[in-house]
């Protein structure tokens, strides 16, 4: 077994980290906890222990370009539309 982790793997795990972080954030501090619960799930996506249990039960691996295009649709659903650094704001004033 190979112990080195390749640089996709260490990319994919800071992607998962900011993904859930995202997701904690629209969970906690905003108006719509069930779309940061949602967020908190795609951030699996991008964590590779939980992509080789997902490739050891089905076989199947989610492919780069499908996990590229989720992260877009993630950042613009946060940024954008959930407006997260207002949540930010948000969490600061309560810290």
């Known amino acids: ?3 080195t982790l390749p640089i996709g793997n260490i990319f994919s ?10 997701g904690v954030v ?3 501090w905003g108006n719509d906890p069930g779309f940061g619960i949602f967020i908190v799930f795609l951030a ?3 964590l590779p222990p939980a992509n080789a249990i997902l ?5 199947f691996s989610i492919p780069s370009a499908l ?18 650094f207002d949540k930010i704001e948000l969490m600061r004033m309560d810290l």
Request: cysteine-free; glycine content about 12%.
């Open 1 to 3: 077994m190979n112990n």
């Open 13 to 22: 795990s800071l992607v998962g980290i900011v993904v859930l972080a995202i």
């Open 26 to 28: 629209n969970t906690f």
């Open 44 to 46: 699996f996506v991008y």
């Open 55 to 59: 490739k050891n039960l089905t076989g």
């Open 67 to 84: 996990k590229i295009a989720l992260g877009v649709f993630i950042l613009w659903a946060s940024l954008g539309v959930g407006e997260l």
